[in-house]
């Protein structure tokens, strides 16, 4: 168990539709990262937030969109969703050391499945 | 951009024996951090080393341990001892010192026989 927990496991919507992914961060950690697994495209890094401000963006779709409350959790939204948007989530966390960040540590993943 | 290579789709090893997976990079960077990650069947990402790429030693850890040749941009992992529960996908994953995001290899698919 990494400490990194999302919500929900798995969901099943259909396209056009809008969807709420959620991440708790381990204990102390103030950087959060998204990630989509699909299988075309592999891992991606979507989007990164520390301590409430987002400071990357990767290959994250406009109808995507993220933001990470005060107390630390992250949601991802997702919004107008086509077929081709069915894939496994992942959140990240990492701590912030001395200037560099460390070690991300992977939550259980949402299976994202849009019929 | 970085880019991080994978070339072996599959590979298979008998348990109890050592394999090793592949890595190559591309960076023009020279401060760096590698990582292998695991993901068996349940999905779930799990670390299983870290080299920063300052260090010359090689990082190890128990069964796992990696040959990192900074020149040729290549970190590869070894599996000695293989077990039944080692099967599962592993990825190779870069990330910029300075930087935020990972950069991940299309990964490896590892088979253990018994």
């Known amino acids: 168990d990494s400490g990194v927990t999302q919500t929900p496991k798995h969901l099943i919507t259909a396209t056009g539709q809008r969807v709420t992914l959620r991440c708790s961060p381990r204990?102390?950690?103030?950087?959060v990262y998204w990630y989509q697994q699909s299988l075309d495209q592999g891992l991606q890094f979507l989007i990164q937030?520390?301590?409430?401000?987002?400071?990357a963006k990767g290959n994250i779709l406009e109808r995507f969109s993220a933001q990470q409350f005060p107390d630390l959790h992250s949601e991802l939204n997702l919004s107008s969703l086509e077929l081709g948007d069915s894939a496994l989530y992942f959140c990240?966390?990492?701590?912030?050391?001395?200037?560099?960040?460390?070690?991300?540590?992977f939550g259980p993943g949402t299976r994202l499945l849009v019929l | 951009a970085q880019t991080v290579t994978q070339s072996q789709p599959e590979m298979s090893v008998q348990e109890a024996e050592t394999v090793t997976l592949s890595c190559t990079y591309d960076?023009?960077?020279?401060?760096?951090?590698l990582f292998w990650y695991k993901q068996p069947p349940s999905r779930q990402m799990i670390l299983v080393i870290r080299?920063?790429?300052?260090?010359?030693q090689n990082a190890t850890e128990n069964r796992f341990s990696v040959n990192f040749q900074k020149a040729a941009k290549s970190f590869s992992l070894k599996i000695s001892d293989s077990q039944l529960g080692d099967a599962a996908m592993y990825f190779c994953?870069?990330?910029?010192?300075?930087?935020?995001?990972?950069?991940f290899g299309g990964g490896t698919r590892l088979m253990v026989k018994p």
């Open positions: 080299q920063e790429a300052y260090k010359q």
């Open positions: 990240a966390s990492s701590p912030w050391t001395g200037g560099a960040y460390e070690t991300q540590y």
């Open positions: 960076t023009s960077e020279s401060d760096y951090y």
């Open positions: 994953a870069y990330r910029y010192n300075a930087g935020n995001m990972l950069t």
């Open positions: 204990s102390g950690d103030l950087s």
């Open positions: 937030y520390y301590n409430g401000e987002e400071r």
